[in-house]
């Protein structure tokens, strides 16, 4: 596996960039927003599409939830298959109250076969840089 930044070299850059004003929950929503680009500019039919989006208890799943937000303001169809804890950091939970309006719980989906059925377009936001095991 080839890595393009280490933990710390991630960790580092972080620091670097709250300490030069751009919070986590900013480069948190900041993901969420490049990936929707990414979204529109490779699929001209995004509207007619269903993503699912599978995160992860901690900041990557935030960035994930951040991204079904963005996609629920644009009319787009989300299936969110989370865990039962989320969100668990104060990052993520931070970033969510920006869309305080937003009832993720309407696109929540309890068992992940389900979304993955209904989904044209799968994204995985489970393990990011803070990941403990093999």
């Known amino acids: 596996m080839k890595y393009l930044v280490s933990v710390e070299q991630m960790t580092a850059a972080e620091l670097k960039s709250e300490g030069k004003g751009v919070s986590r929950v ?20 995004i509207s007619e599409k269903t993503v699912a989006i599978v995160c992860g208890s901690g900041n990557n799943g935030g960035d994930g ?13 989300v299936r969110l298959v989370i865990p039962s804890r989320f969100p668990d950091t104060e990052t993520a939970r931070e970033c969510l109250k ?4 937003l009832d993720l719980n309407s696109v929540r989906e309890d068992k992940p076969e389900a979304a993955f059925e209904k989904a044209d377009i799968i994204i995985d936001c ?6 403990h095991g093999e």
């Open 98 to 101: 920006e869309f305080g309006e």
């Open 126 to 131: 489970v393990f990011g840089t803070g990941f």
């Open 26 to 45: 900013r480069l948190m929503r900041n993901a969420a927003e490049s990936i929707l680009n990414f979204l529109k500019n490779k699929f001209s039919d």
């Open 65 to 77: 939830a951040a991204l079904a937000c963005l996609l629920l303001r644009e009319k787009i169809k």
